[in-house]
C-alpha cells in the first residue's frame, strides 16, 4: 500500500496486513476503539482456557465438588492455573492494577503475581443460587505485560556526541 493509504488506515484506526523487510505482520495491531489486538487475541484465550479448565475440574472430579468454600477453591484453582499460563506464556505480568477494586484488590495495588483471583465466600449465596447450584462468581484481575508496539527510529533517537 502507499504511505498515504498506511496513514489513512491508521487515523481509522484499521489494521494493516504488510511486509517489513520480508516479514510478514499486522501493522500498527489496533482495533475499533483504540484497543491492541493482542489485547483482545490474549482475552479470548483466557476466557476460553477459563472455561475448559472449570469444567475440567467438575468433569474429572472423582466425587462431587461441594457447594462450600472448599469446593469454590477447586475453582479457583482453576482460574490460577490458566492466569500462571498467561505469566508462563507472556501474557500477564506483574505491575499496579488500574481496574475496579474487588475483593481484597484495592485500585493502585500491586499484582506480584500478575494476576489476583477472588470469589465471596459461600456463605453469601442467594437462596435461589443456593436452589440452583450455583457457585460465588469468581472475578479474576489480570495485567497485561504489555507488548512493545515500536522503537526508536533514527528521527527518533536522541543526539549522541562523539569524540573521534
Not at 469444567?55 to 479457583?76: C, E, H, M, N, W
Not at 489476583?116 to 505485560?145: C, G, N
Request: glycine share 8%.
Amino acid at each position: 500500500i502507499t504511505a498515504t493509504e498506511f496513514s489513512k488506515a491508521k487515523r481509522l484506526g484499521i489494521n494493516v496486513y504488510t511486509y517489513f523487510d520480508d516479514v510478514a505482520m499486522i501493522a500498527e495491531g489496533t482495533v475499533m476503539g483504540g484497543k491492541f489486538a493482542d489485547e483482545i487475541v490474549i482475552l479470548d484465550w483466557f476466557t476460553d482456557a477459563v472455561q475448559k479448565e472449570v469444567f475440567a475440574r467438575l468433569y474429572k472430579s472423582p466425587t462431587k465438588i461441594p457447594l462450600t468454600d472448599k469446593g469454590q477453591a477447586v475453582l479457583i484453582a482453576a482460574v490460577e492455573k490458566v492466569c500462571l499460563e498467561g505469566v508462563n506464556n507472556g501474557a500477564f505480568a506483574p505491575g499496579q492494577w488500574t481496574g475496579d477494586s474487588f475483593g481484597n484488590l484495592t485500585t493502585g495495588d500491586y499484582l506480584e503475581k500478575g494476576y489476583y483471583v477472588w470469589a465471596a465466600p459461600m456463605d453469601t449465596l442467594s437462596d435461589s443460587d443456593r436452589e440452583q447450584r450455583r457457585a460465588t462468581p469468581i472475578q479474576t484481575a489480570v495485567k497485561f505485560a504489555i507488548a512493545l508496539a515500536s522503537g526508536p527510529t533514527a528521527d527518533a533517537l536522541s543526539p549522541v556526541a562523539c569524540a573521534l
